[in-house]
């Protein structure tokens, strides 16, 4: 099993440049997450989406939206992309294993963005 | 919302010492308690978790205690090993409001050989 996987691992945009990041999992998981993490802030919660066909704001999602495509993959993008969105952005996927009762959230391993 | 400050920021501790870190979170409908270790340009990774009926769990050197009264719960890692040295996490959340996870701030851990 790869777990939960991100493409691109590195991405550079001009302001106002469009992009979508994309993440897939194989754990068959119902719940996926976006986070971004910024120094001295821990990780933050952009969007979730809780099973498929459902996506939820989180914390931080003014310039952003997702898609949940299937239930293997959650998109996150960038419409116009704006400095204050440079950062690293985790993908995560989670559920409720029955009888084992655990809410593990597994990461990806980033995405490190930078906006001109 | 939820929020949760994490103390300290860095720590520095000597090999073989042992390493504490410190959370408060305001919601007390939290009712799961997870830390992550995040190391260089990974993803971070979940050490070991807490849920709000117990209060206090261990696994080998690691373990974290919940004051679900004051609001408060701490990771302790005994034994510190090199390998220790990463950034910390702790999160609370809401399981029933699709665990979403708030985190803190972190703690960098330098552990000196």
């Known amino acids: 099993n790869a777990g939960v996987t991100q493409t691109p691992k590195f991405q550079v945009l001009k302001t106002g440049q469009s992009m979508t990041l994309q993440c897939a999992q194989d754990m068959n998981h119902n719940s996926m997450y976006w986070y971004r993490q910024d120094p001295g802030m821990g990780l933050r919660l952009i969007y979730y989406s809780a099973s498929e066909g459902t996506t939820d704001k989180g914390e931080v999602p003014n310039g952003y939206n997702v898609s949940r495509l299937n239930k293997r993959e959650f998109s996150l993008r960038l419409e116009s992309a704006a400095p204050s969105q440079t950062s690293v952005y985790f993908c995560?996927?989670?559920?409720?294993?029955?009888?084992?009762?655990?809410?593990?959230?597994?990461f990806g391993p980033g995405t490190r963005l930078t906006v001109t | 919302g939820e929020n949760v400050e994490q103390h300290p920021s860095t720590l520095s501790v000597q090999e073989g010492d042992s390493a504490v870190i410190k959370c408060t979170y305001s919601?007390?409908?939290?009712?799961?308690f997870p830390w992550y270790k995040q190391e260089l340009g990974k993803g971070p990774q979940l050490i070991i978790d807490?849920?709000?009926?117990?209060g206090e769990k261990k696994d080998q050197r690691i373990a974290v205690t919940l004051n679900k009264t004051a609001k408060h719960f701490s990771l302790h890692i005994t034994e510190t090993q090199p390998e220790d040295s990463a950034v910390y996490f702790c999160?609370?959340?809401?399981?029933?409001?699709?665990?979403?996870?708030?985190f803190g701030g972190g703690t960098r851990v330098l552990v000196k050989p």
């Open positions: 999160a609370a959340s809401i399981k029933a409001a699709g665990n979403k996870l708030t």
């Open positions: 807490i849920r709000s009926n117990v």
């Open positions: 995560a996927s989670s559920d409720l294993v029955s009888g084992l009762r655990t809410y593990e959230q597994y």
């Open positions: 919601d007390s409908a939290s009712n799961y």
